[in-house]
């Protein structure tokens, strides 16, 4: 445990709350937001502020060990208390202002951006980890909405009881197989009935009030066969579909070659197939973060009003 939270913290990750099981890191496309230099292919979808969005998570263990991550994995966690959803709320917007102090003397920032970036309107829970392990994730997201703060929320489904309970502004559910052996290929769970939780997790998708996100992200080899999501796609009924390239990064470039990573043309073709054969249309793409985004209808109402 003491090993994998120095890991961590060499990563880049600090962690937050007396028992450490939570975690904040500047995101990448904050740090380009603060110096005019670029924004999040969220900013772009839905209208997210990059230099105002807080990437932590709840829960820094996984019931996963995906091939895909960039973090380490087979690390044993285990706590003997849980932080409240408030103490983690506050220790996060807390260590999230202590970490930006080190851009406000530099000449290429934007001081009406750093201005703004101190009073964080979005958090996105999905910085490591499954989030839904974490006992009181409603909670949480109820605490970051008195703030005022919009919440995605990032889950690999394992967990159905508890996508079935929490009603982000935004629910991810993050999907690379197409079928159990392709799971346990990719994902390497920990227990032997995740496959089935992720389906029952899918189903609910589909049912609830919030907005919700089927992510598949695509590895070169491995799962280029869009007509075998098409099923999950139907069960899951998502309102938006991201189809994204995996990056070679971090602890994946271990498990994987370089040359798993495809390009933003196969990411492309990948998702003309789901338009063709699906009723879901291509709304908009990123090239830098190999993405494009998909949706049952024209996408009026995918940018968030904060």
Not at 12 to 29: F, I, M, Q, R, T
Not at 197 to 204: F, G, N, R, T
Not at 299 to 305: A, F, L, P, V
Request: hydrophobic share 30%; net charge negative; proline share 4%.
């Amino acid at each position: 445990m003491s090993q994998y939270k120095e890991i961590l913290k060499k990563q880049g990750d600090h962690l937050v709350g007396k028992n450490e099981h939570s975690a904040v890191k500047l995101c990448y496309w904050l740090k380009k937001s603060l110096r005019d230099e670029g924004e999040c292919y969220k900013s772009k979808f839905y209208g997210i502020a990059s230099h105002r969005c807080i990437q932590m998570t709840p829960y820094i263990g996984c019931n996963q060990n995906c091939i895909i991550c960039w973090r380490p994995t087979g690390m044993k966690t285990s706590f003997d208390e849980m932080d409240s959803p408030e103490e983690i709320v506050e220790a996060s917007i807390k260590e999230q202002r202590r970490i930006l102090t080190g851009y406000k003397g530099s000449y290429r920032t934007n001081m009406s951006k750093y201005e703004d970036a101190v009073n964080p309107k979005h958090a996105a829970i999905s910085l490591i980890g499954e989030p839904t392990l974490y006992p009181y994730l409603e909670d949480l997201i109820v605490e970051y909405g008195k703030r005022g703060l919009t919440t995605f929320v990032v889950s690999n489904g394992t967990k159905p009881e508890v996508i079935e309970e929490i009603n982000p502004t935004q629910l991810y559910i993050s999907l690379e197989s197409f079928d159990e052996e392709m799971y346990k290929k990719m994902c390497r769970p920990n227990g032997n009935d995740m496959w089935e939780k992720v389906l029952e997790s899918l189903k609910i998708l589909g049912e609830k009030r919030c907005r919700t996100v089927l992510r598949i992200t695509l590895v070169r080899g491995l799962n280029f066969e869009p007509e075998r999501f098409i099923p999950l796609i139907e069960l899951a009924s998502p309102d938006y579909i991201e189809v994204k390239a995996y990056m070679h990064l971090g602890y994946s470039r271990y498990r994987l070659e370089r040359d798993r990573m495809p390009t933003h043309g196969e990411v492309k073709d990948f998702s003309r197939i789901l338009d063709d054969e699906t009723d879901y249309s291509i709304l908009d793409d990123a090239e830098k973060s190999r993405v494009v985004l998909l949706s049952k209808d024209k996408g009026e109402d995918r940018m968030i009003d904060f």
